[in-house]
């Protein structure tokens, strides 16, 4: 059974730095806005999954992949997203929709016979693409594949197995990048967990065309928030909402580091799944380029609490994504608000 952390207003705040290093307040009341208006469009949009075929050997054992911090630290964030790989059909669209849409380049690796290539922003890398052909009358989409921060990846593998998950890539170690290894929780939403050998990135405030948010669709909410908590021992906290779904956050080191949302009633056929967010500028117009470029317009963009817009697209292979605005006044009304909480 799921551990709920009580909840005071101003709802939860996880604290932030910024590149320039103070440190400001984020309100994840965004995260619970932003999922009580995503969960019924996307569990009309989002109907697959990674299959099992399309994860074997993510990245082979063969390829020298670069250290996931420059320099190296002692840094480690259990439970945090750090990195995530999109397992694409198509890499060289992959790389000319994301290229043209963040401003992305890219630095290929070649390992026998795979293909993979490393996505940076100014020099800052985040995240990979690997090739993987779809099968004749397969009917998996390609996707972004989420990893989660772990100390010790056996230790890992055996508390998801111990509470319902299973291995879909067994762990296995890479050079200059540490452990890794490929699951699927009790509901069926695909993960991986890394074992960072060069520390884990800071917790800083993303810049826009980085990754900002994930977010976990489940059937069953408050079953699935147990077995991550177990696994990753988040802190689970609940924000009630007036939908008839669950909206909880998973939080570690008081750091929200994701939220995780129960499907609507009607939607007992869609697949559980996790969902990575970009930060953007403009939601609107980062949808609308998104969409000039190939992609499709799963989610509308729309107006969450803060006055910032999401919303949710597909690249042109079909692999899902958010888009988050996350603006200057939204900083410094949550490090207000952090600050008032403080005084209590």
Known sequence: MVRKAPVHEPVIYTALMTRR????????????????????????ALSVALSAAMLSDVAAASLVLPPLVQPASNEHHDGKVIWVDLVTPDIAGAKHFYGELFGWRFDDIHGGHDDYSIASLDGIPVGGLVQRALQPGEQHQPAWLTFISVRDVAAAERSIIAHGGQTLMAP??????????????????????????????????????????????ARDADQDAAFYQDVFGYEVF???????????????????????????????????????????TSAADSAARAVA????????????????????????????????????????????????????
Do not use: C
């Open 21 to 44: 290093g103070y440190m400001k307040a984020m309100n994840v009341a965004l995260s619970v806005a932003m999922s009580v208006a995503l969960s019924a469009a996307l569990s009309a």
């Open 293 to 344: 470029l190939g992609g499709r317009l799963l989610v509308a963009p729309f107006t969450d609490r803060h006055g910032g817009q999401v919303a949710v697209v597909a690249d042109p292979a079909g692999a899902p994504f958010g888009l988050l605005e996350w603006s200057e006044t939204a900083d410094q009304a949550g490090g207000q608000s952090d600050g008032q909480q403080g005084a209590k």
């Open 238 to 280: 609940e924000n009630p909402a007036t939908d008839g779904a669950t909206h909880l956050v998973l939080s570690s080191d008081q750091y929200a580091r994701a939220s995780l949302n129960s499907f609507p009633a009607d939607a007992a056929k869609r697949h559980p799944h996790w969902l990575n967010f970009v930060r953007v």
């Open 172 to 217: 296995r170690n890479y050079a200059n990048r540490g452990r890794q290894g490929v699951f699927a929780d009790p509901q069926g939403a695909v993960f991986a967990v890394l074992q960072s050998s060069s520390g884990d990135p800071p917790d800083v405030l993303a810049a826009p065309g980085e990754w900002i948010w994930s977010s976990v669709m």
